[in-house]
């Protein structure tokens, strides 16, 4: 069946993000589409206009009637959605998308009463980056705070949760691939949840810088109409309290993207201990700590029936390396511009929405598969009994506080490269000298389930931690 005539249009998509996967990402496009920024421009564009004429300070620069006024905060409050369509369409004719705003804009002002004389200060003194850039940070505003923040948080809540209720599950550690001291599996998802939150931390922090100050950066034009006003203080008012964004005073003809590729850096880290994460719970299941649920209907290989694959967190991990690789070179270009302006960054800038997509698809593949994770405690049982090799750490560093000689030497002799059995290494503390009774009988009650540190209070007070800063 030709593409022109398929019933699924996703069939024929160029990119997964549209196809495939269209339907775990629908909602994203509201956020972070061509539309969006469509509509977030001509929100920029009239609250510019408000702002010019609102300004108590500055009434001078223009006189906007009470139904323009009304007009420009309708557009301001429920943003520019519903023109979209209109911008698209003038667009065709003008091959500028910031130009065919402003005549949307002219456009609905003209069936205004009083729009007419307001007409002259559509982006008044305004270059199309003065648009670009706001338009933009309003988007990674919404993005974080609709999006990102609120998924990455249902991940660290999970952590969270299974760190306490974990807490005091013993796991034998591995270092190198081999046994190596004790852990719990709570405190294990602990440590990951712990540097997801302060990743979440930090990308709340991050600035959104804009700049509002024309071709070049200086005001040429404004202070060419109107000298006595303090375009500066406006700027900077414009961007930070109207728009809620972090007002750049020091810009070229666009803003430097130093805080963009702060913002996205910081997802990148965000997204590379997710990778980690989902390669130790791949790991995990491959041990068999964790069994996964059983979906009915799904098949885990052609062949072979058996199988029930960790495909969420591997999906997972392919999105997360995907988005990386983009946001390596959003850092690597955007805070680069020939001179005063060069047009690179618009096409590079343009795909915010595809890094969103690969790390949102990822984070809601790691949902899934947390929801499909059952421990296997058994499991786990059997490897420490296995690894009773690993008590030779605790046995020579009791034996240093007893100041025997070559404690670490005599028990690397003993142990290293050996079978070790809870009877072998009862045999050996009794034959150790050196050691008090005490000594002995607290080694010899000692087994690798036994021998986890803190592990159960540092799971705990994660979990407290985090639910308290919530």
Known sequence: MPASESSDHR??????????????LQDLGKVVSE???????????????????DNEQHTEVVKLSGAVRDKLIELVEQGGDTYVDRVKEIEQTTNHDVKAVEYTLREILTEVEGGKEALPFIHFGCTSE???NTAYGLMLKHL?????VPQMRQMTDWLARQAEAYCDVPMLS??????????????????????????????????????FNGAVGNFNAH?????????????????SYRLGLTYNPYTTQIENHDGLAEYWGTVQLHNTILIDLCRDLWQYISLGYFKQKVIKGEVGSSTMPHKVNPIDFENAEGNLGLAGSLIEHFRAKLPISRLQRDLSDSTVQRSIGTIAAHSVLAYKMILRGFEKLDLVPARLSEDLNAAYEVLAEPIQTVMRKRGIANAYEVLKEKTRGKPVTAASLQKLIGELEGLTDDDRKTLA?????????????????????YNNTL
């Open 223 to 239: 202070l060419s109409a109107f000298p006595e006003v303090n375009w500066t203080g406006l700027a900077e008012e414009f961007i």
């Open 174 to 211: 591995r270092t190198h691939g081999q046994a190596a001291s004790p852990t719990t599996l709570g405190k294990e998802l602990a440590v990951f949840g712990h540097r997801l939150e302060r990743q979440i931390s930090r990308l709340e922090a991050v600035e959104i810088l804009a700049k």
């Open 11 to 24: 069939l024929w998509a160029i990119t997964p993000l549209d196809g495939r996967y269209q339907s775990k």
């Open 445 to 465: 009650e000692m087994t690798p389930a036994s021998y986890t540190g803190l592990a159960k209070t540092l799971a705990t007070q994660f979990a407290e931690t």
């Open 144 to 148: 974080r705070e609709q999006v990102l």
């Open 130 to 132: 003065d648009i670009n």
């Open 35 to 53: 539309g969006a920024l469509m509509a977030r421009r001509l929100e920029v564009e009239a609250a510019w206009l408000l702002h010019l004429g």
